[in-house]
């Protein structure tokens, strides 16, 4: 194995670079520059180009380090077009590298495709590094430390407000931060009525409560949120396809708990975040497993509807929500 060689994998492409960015500066002695830190984007630079790169002895510096953004070559997805890697020359690279140029690759994807000779090479001459998405506790530190960083901080019922409305996704956090930091022009706090008028729901978070108005019996809640996200340009595919995914993570998470998995043994299990977990069981707790089967089942019926049928498909779907 390559202590030179080094694979940054996971969802959130800003965590990776951050990753990327600690090992860049711990290996080098000096500040950045064009000599000692290269960049690549192997959707648009070839393979040969960035090997050539790395086997070429630095100038005007000691040491060198090679990125290489969305190595795409790793996972299973498919190249783009006009692109056409060096597959065998990559892994003959990784087998046989020895140099002393930095070579981290980054791949925004929460899992590598280990049935791949690549891989497998990678995996025996390279360090791996999954960046997990962070924790709800670990995000709400992450949000209080970036507000005080910016000379800002937040309540804690705004905070949990937020929370509620954004999900656990790093990229909508930190874009709504943004705009709340806007908001408040001088004014150091966010309060609760700041969120309230600021921050938009997910597009997740409102199909969850969309969910939690059907097993509420808010019928006419859930209509009028399906009928806002549609006038938002949302398709009634891809909203029924939400919702159908949510109610398998509760009939999964209400096998899975009542087996005695906890809340995190469940996230991984099924391979979500806790924080989707932690929603799904406030939820199924108010539905028996026959239930969740029966509505899991009627998803499945209009899915065909919406794909077959010519009726409306706003007027299909609402059909389904009253249905239940």
Sequence with gaps: MSDMIYTIYGEVPELIEKKANELVEEYLDEPKDD????????????????????????????????????????????????????????????????????????????????????????????????I????????????????????????????NLFIELTGINYNIIKQELEKLQLFLGDRPTINRQDVHDIVNRSLEQNVFLLTDYIQKGKKDKAIHLVRDLIAM??????????????YRLFYQSKILNEKGYSGQQIAK?????????????????????????NIINNCAETDYKLKSSYMDKQLILELFILSL
């Design 269 to 293: 299990t099924v391979n979500v975040h806790p924080y989707r977990v932690k929603l799904a069981l406030q939820q199924a707790r108010y539905y028996q497993l026959h239930q969740l089967l």
């Design 35 to 130: 000599f000692n830190y290269i960049r690549y984007n192997m959707y648009e630079d070839s393979l040969n180009q960035i090997i050539e790169e790395t086997l070429t002895m630095p100038f005007f510096s000691d040491k060198k380090v090679v990125i290489v953004q969305n190595a795409f070559v790793f996972t299973g997805e498919k190249a783009p077009k006009d692109v056409n890697p060096n597959i065998e020359g990559l892994i003959e690279f990784l087998s046989k590298y020895d140099g002393s140029t930095l070579l981290i690759f980054e791949v925004n994807h929460n899992k590598l495709d280990e049935r791949k000779k690549l891989v497998k090479t990678l995996k025996k001459q390279a360090n791996l590094i999954k």
């Design 132 to 159: 997990e998405q962070m924790s709800e506790k670990e995000m709400k530190n992450w949000i209080k430390s970036y507000l005080h960083e910016n000379y800002k901080d937040i309540k804690e019922d705004a905070l």
């Design 233 to 246: 340009k949302e398709e009634p595919i891809k909203l029924l396809a939400l919702i159908t995914s949510n």
